[in-house]
């Protein structure tokens, strides 16, 4: 299952998302932590933090960190862990591996898409997605590759903000995301590429596969106890365990 459907003004076909998704992180990369800083008025670390520590991250534990991005899951996990030198960062972009390479000098890095990852079976015991999974080529068998990987009983976190289900609620979703954000996002950096990388996030949270198809993708890729849980409808933890 595919998290949304091809964006035509963006990419005529599906194989070619990775490498337009590549090039926008990789020119966007630079301003990835101002925006998303201001964008979520700083509370983005403290979130990360407290998610995975809620949802089981322990110091000693195994992490692999999926689409790590620019870092900021694995820094906000090597404070729950005491350290960075139990997690693995999987990232395709050459621009976010770059910035996350300076902020954690102790962790492993792999570059590399989410569907077929070159870590051996059955060796994690947490894995985490922060704000990614809409780019994955397909959900059922990018998670069966997240299965492949974890211990048994190994925790999936994936963390990913849901356009709300009212119609209020989705109406202000798309002010705030589609419009003001990116509106800012240029004015802060003076980056059109800054703010290309926000527009497209919008897009793809717009076109985003509803929770309950990302509910049953875990399931169909073989994990237990898989669920959403939400804050106020947008802030979506989904959460599952290998047996
Ligand atoms: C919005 S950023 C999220 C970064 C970070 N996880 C965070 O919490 O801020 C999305 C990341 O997903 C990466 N990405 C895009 N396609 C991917 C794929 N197929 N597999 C793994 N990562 C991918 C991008 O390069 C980008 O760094």
Not at 27 to 32: D, L, V, W
Not at 161 to 189: D, E, M, N, Q
Request: net charge positive; proline share 5%; aromatic share 12%.
């Amino acid at each position: 299952m595919t998290p949304h459907p091809v964006l035509a003004h963006r990419y005529a076909q599906p194989e070619e998302r990775p490498g337009y998704v590549k090039q926008l992180f990789d020119q966007g990369a630079e301003h990835y932590d101002p925006v998303v800083g201001w964008g979520f008025f700083g509370t983005g670390n403290l979130y990360r933090k407290y998610a995975q520590a809620r949802h089981g991250l322990k110091p000693g534990m195994n992490l692999l960190d999926v689409a790590c991005g620019t870092g900021l899951m694995s820094v906000a996990a090597s404070q729950v862990l005491g350290s960075d030198k139990t997690i693995t960062c999987v990232e395709p972009s050459d621009g976010m591996l770059a910035v996350a390479r300076k902020k954690l000098p102790g962790a492993t890095f792999i570059q590399s898409g989410a569907e077929k990852m070159p870590v051996e079976d059955s060796t994690q015991d947490f894995l985490t997605v922060g704000y990614a999974l809409r780019h994955f080529a397909d959900l059922t068998g990018t998670f069966r590759e997240f299965h492949r990987v974890l211990k048994p009983g190994g925790r999936v976190l994936i963390l990913e903000a849901t356009r709300p289900a009212g119609k209020i609620g989705s109406w202000l979703f798309k002010l705030y995301f589609g419009i003001v954000y990116p509106f800012f996002a240029r004015l802060l950096t003076r980056s059109k590429k800054a703010e290309e990388m926000m527009v497209y996030f919008w897009e793809t949270m717009d076109t985003c596969v509803r929770p309950e198809a990302v509910v049953s993708a875990l399931k169909a890729a073989g994990f237990q106890d898989a669920r959403r849980i939400a804050t106020l409808g947008v802030f979506s933890e989904y959460v599952a365990v290998k047996a």
